[in-house]
């Protein structure tokens, strides 16, 4: 999802004050391991422990360096109003991070023959999606993976005011899709780039029309080989479901009050698919990136075309990412190339990225929401995220 700053026909929802700060204790132990021994286990609980104390209610993170290691740690609460601390073993909403996996879906069915990725979308969507799309017969799967079709963002204004309106609704695929009845192309495919949930949609539609459901092939050709016990991803997420999912959070008044809005973060991720979708844990999601760049999951010639077929991002200044790919956010900085993906929803945030010179892997997960909050943006996707490089790098540790 992306910023929409709107806050309007909001129902009621039970408040929170910010977490007790003289009761937490950053968690070095979650139910599988110990980390006490890593040589930067205090430097990073440290950081860790910072953005808790800077407004994220709970908070979980990795990192991996091949000298020192797999790190995982968390801080604050899974629940506030259950007094339940976070561990790295919780089960927390990845937002937009499946848009990565969607991209090698396609990207796998492309290399079994079944796709181009210059085919046109049109060829393969039925008629009542493809009377909503301006430019439908001009747009390749190329244009979607890499968000430069031209087509408008769907989770829009119109559709957060109908669902506030309704939380409990839980559209199709193309209810979502039908958002943009009437709406106008940005721009000629290709000529530009705007991220839009609607093209990775488009693309699981498109995966469900050539191959099956396309949950079943995320679970037979990506979870299942890296072996990702700890994700989820179908029709109905909840806690009634998956067992250790934390609850989620939005600070609506951005005065340190959270709104528990557990149940629209269930039915958003329960709904939203391709874009979206999916519960999970750090670790997990460094399984997925790691297994990516090192050839698991896809051919040499589609890692480097993900390598190198980037467009640049326009509002870099807004966000964490410089630059798209095919399916993955690009970072450049001091410390690298990063590829990887990041996400926000009205209740969740997360990001992991792989830095491919130096084989290091950080990933986080908060369970307040970034998609209303430039100030919990900063927290995550600039504090966390910058704080955590500089420990990785320090001391020459690669």
Known sequence: MKHIFIVTGIVSVFTFTACQKDTITSNRIDNYHDYSNHPKDSAYLAVVKKSYDNGLPGVSALVY????????????????????????SHIQYAASIPKSFTS?????????????????IAEYLDEDVKKNISNCDKITIHQLLNHTSGIPECIDIEFITSFFNDPSYYYSLKECLA?????????DPGTDYSYSDANFILLVLI????????????????FQPLGLENTYYSYSINHNTVENLVSGYWDIYADGHLENITEWEDALTSYLKGDGGMATNCYDLSLFIQGVFNGLLVSDDNIEKILSDTVHNPHADEWINDSYSLGFMVIHNGYGTWYGHAGMDPGAASFV??????????????????????????????DLWIDLCKEAFKYHCM
Request: hydrophobic share 40%; proline share 3%.
């Open 207 to 222: 995966i469900d029309k050539i191959a099956g459901d396309h949950t079943t092939i995320f679970r037979e050709k990506m």
């Open 65 to 88: 360096t091949p000298n020192d290691g797999l790190w995982e740690g968390s801080a604050g609460y899974a629940s506030i109003e259950d007094n339940v601390p976070m561990t790295p």
């Open 353 to 382: 990225f792989y830095n491919v010179e130096h084989n290091v892997t950080i990933a986080a997960m908060t369970n307040i929401g970034t998609f209303f909050s430039k100030r919990y943006t900063k927290k995550l996707y600039h």
């Open 104 to 120: 090698i879906a396609v990207l796998q069915l492309i290399e079994s023959g079944k796709l181009g990725l210059d085919d046109h």
């Open 179 to 187: 958002f943009l009845k009437g709406k106008k192309a940005l721009w």
